[in-house]
Nanobody, 115 residues
Framework: QVQLVESGGGLVQPGGSLRLSCAAS????????QGWYRQAPGKQRELVAA???????DYADSVKGRFTISRDNAKNTVYLQMNSLKPEDTAVYYC?????????WGQGTQVTVSS
């Protein structure tokens, strides 16, 4: 059974930082590209950051220079370090794993940026 379990969300003030984690089980983690998506109320889910099996990274323009995606294949975990958070970063954040058409999602973790 494949599971992706996110953690690390919460309430943070503008300008603050959070680190999200997504622990995977039931897959050969190192084969999979990993991504972080987010969905704000009333908006479509959007890609925030992605990392390939070869560690190439890509970011949405809105988070470039503030967010960093990384992976630890030994721990089957992908991370999203989020700095200089803004209220518009408020959303449910989901991790995603994909490989050759096989796509899996986590259950999501809420990030709220508010004073």
């Amino acid at each position: 059974q494949v599971q992706l379990v996110e953690s690390g969300g919460g309430l943070v003030q503008p300008g603050g930082s959070l680190r999200l984690s997504c622990a995977a089980s039931g897959i050969t983690f190192s084969r999979y590209a990993q991504g972080w998506y987010r969905q704000a109320p009333g908006k479509q889910r959007e890609l925030v950051a992605a990392i390939s099996s070869g560690d190439s990274t890509d970011y949405a323009d809105s988070v470039k220079g503030r967010f960093t995606i990384s992976r630890d294949n030994a721990k089957n975990t992908v991370y999203l370090q989020m700095n200089s958070l803004k209220p518009e970063d408020t959303a449910v954040y989901y991790c995603n794993a994909n490989w050759r058409g096989l796509i899996y999602w986590g259950q999501g973790t809420q990030v709220t940026v508010s004073s």
